[in-house]
């Protein structure tokens, strides 16, 4: 009966309202915009480093290398204080933007390794007929090998944009007014339970963004698949 009493209080007070979608908002935006950043950033990264071996690749290749083994090999948290207090430590900054380009930084990170594993899991033989039928080395990976390549990396891509929706989370760290945030600041009270209410609807909001986005990825693939059988 308390925990009804407190649920019909969570969506009927209007401040309570206002702050628990002010919150789901500024999620959404982290999440969308992060999200955006990743798979251009990853997608340049991925294609840098399976560029064929020249002298003006070097460098690029190099800094690819490093990008990504850096980025995989710390904690999100600590790459978002870095971000925050150390390279955007300007009076002014808007904290959204820094939340964005710390984790579109490191998704595209990862998205790169799993576009770039996608790319080479197609067979050879299939850019050796491209180049066979006279198009360019360009015109054959972005014709062909990317297509096909789609497919294959399309559940880890998807995979990596579900952790980075709950990743966000992690912005209340640096005093960003988030989905978390704001089950946090409505559940503050003496005991722990009431806590339950709030936190049990930011986990349902999370749960229907992540559950929307998995819908989308299933059926580009459901659709993907459909026109291989054509």
């Known amino acids: 009966m308390d925990f009804l009493q407190k649920t019909i209080e969570l969506f009927t007070t209007e401040r309570y309202v206002e702050s628990l979608f002010s919150g789901l908002w500024m999620t959404v935006v982290i999440s969308v915009a992060a999200a955006v950043l990743g798979l251009i950033l990853g997608s340049v990264v991925a294609l840098v480093t399976i560029a064929p071996k020249s002298r003006a690749i070097v ?50 990170a990862y998205v790169a390794e799993n576009i770039r594993a996608g790319i080479l899991s197609v067979d050879k033989g299939q850019t050796e007929a491209g180049r066979a039928l006279g198009l360019t080395g360009a015109t054959t990976m972005l014709r062909i090998v990317i297509p096909q390549a789609i497919k294959n990396v399309l559940p880890a891509i998807g995979n990596e944009l579900i952790a980075l929706i709950k990743e966000t989370s992690i912005v209340s760290m640096i005093g960003m007014y988030d989905l978390t945030m704001a089950a946090q600041v409505i559940g503050g009270g003496n005991n722990m339970a009431s806590y339950v209410v709030p936190m049990t609807a930011a986990a349902l909001f999370y749960l229907a963004i992540v559950y929307l986005l998995t819908f989308c990825i299933k059926l580009i693939e459901r659709r993907l698949r459909a026109g291989d059988q054509r």
Do not use: D, E, H
Not at 75 to 93: E, K, N, S
Not at 103 to 108: K, L, Q, R, T, V
């Open 59 to 108: 460098l690029p290749k190099a800094l690819c290398k490093v990008y990504i083994t850096i980025i995989r090999g710390t904690p999100m948290a600590l790459q978002l204080f870095i971000m925050a207090y150390v390279i955007f430590a300007i009076r002014g900054f808007p904290p959204v933007v820094t939340a964005i380009l710390a984790f579109g930084i490191n998704s595209g």
